[in-house]
């Protein structure tokens, strides 16, 4: 039992690139979500799915598009990559609504874009 | 504007103390969350508590929940080295059409050995 995954772990992008950051988890979650965290800010939501086939914006869904076409995996693709979008990004599932939920997040993934 | 702020942001402590920290937030949740994130790791969760509960504990955290004055605090008793991490609280509120969890920006545990 992996729990949720993270693909690649790190990643270095020029401006510009394009790129999909994948994240898959095994234990049959309806909701997927895709965080980003910068220092001093906290977790920030980018966007998140209540079940294969949906997706919706979070609080900063500017720049990012998803995926949800399988229900164990979530894709958040950057069209054109930009340096503001330097970050890590976390993944994490939950088996409900989030505001009843303990959330199981993934070992991140560091993208610096130049 | 940010819903779940802890205080403080940094703590250091000797191994065998306790720790505390302690979340403020701004509007009326349905539960608030604590999760724990070892360096350059993901976040874990450590416990949850809904919005009718005043106290939980698990192992050696014990968790309150003041409605009244929007607070809550993580106390983590007899701390090891292991403890070191940054605690985040993450508040769970109805915005819309579902719940919104917002994360704050972290408290520091230094456990020094």
């Known amino acids: 039992n992996a729990g949720v995954t993270q693909t690649p772990k790190f990643r270095v992008l020029k401006t510009g690139q394009s790129m999909t950051l994948l994240c898959a988890q095994d234990?049959?979650?309806?909701?997927m979500y895709w965080y980003r965290q910068d220092p001093g800010m906290g977790l920030r939501l980018i966007h998140y799915?209540?079940?294969?086939?949906?997706?919706a914006k979070g609080e900063v869904p500017d720049g990012y598009n998803v995926s949800r076409l399988k229900k164990q995996n979530f894709l958040l693709g950057l069209e054109s990559a930009a340096p503001s979008q330097t970050s890590v990004y976390f993944c994490?599932?939950?088996?409900?609504?989030?505001?009843?939920?303990?959330?199981?997040f993934g070992p991140g993934t560091r993208l610096t874009v130049l | 504007s940010q819903q779940g702020e802890e205080d403080p942001q940094a703590l250091s402590i000797q191994e065998g103390e306790n720790a505390t920290m302690n979340c403020s937030y701004k509007t009326s949740i349905n539960n608030l969350q604590w999760y724990r994130q070892n360096s350059g790791r993901g976040l874990v969760h450590l416990i949850l508590?809904?919005?009718?509960?005043r106290e939980k504990h698990s192992g050696r955290l014990r968790v309150t929940l003041d409605t009244s004055k929007k607070s809550s605090s993580l106390l983590i008793t007899a701390s090891r080295a292991a403890d070191t991490a940054s605690y985040f609280c993450?508040?769970?509120?109805?915005?819309?059409?579902?719940?919104?969890?917002?994360f704050g920006k972290g408290t520091l545990l230094t456990v020094n050995p």
């Open positions: 234990m049959n979650h309806e909701y």
């Open positions: 508590i809904r919005s009718n509960e």
């Open positions: 799915s209540v079940g294969e086939g949906t997706t």
């Open positions: 994490a599932s939950s088996s409900g609504d989030y505001g009843y939920n303990e959330q199981f």
């Open positions: 993450a508040t769970a509120a109805f915005g819309g059409s579902n719940y919104k969890l917002t």
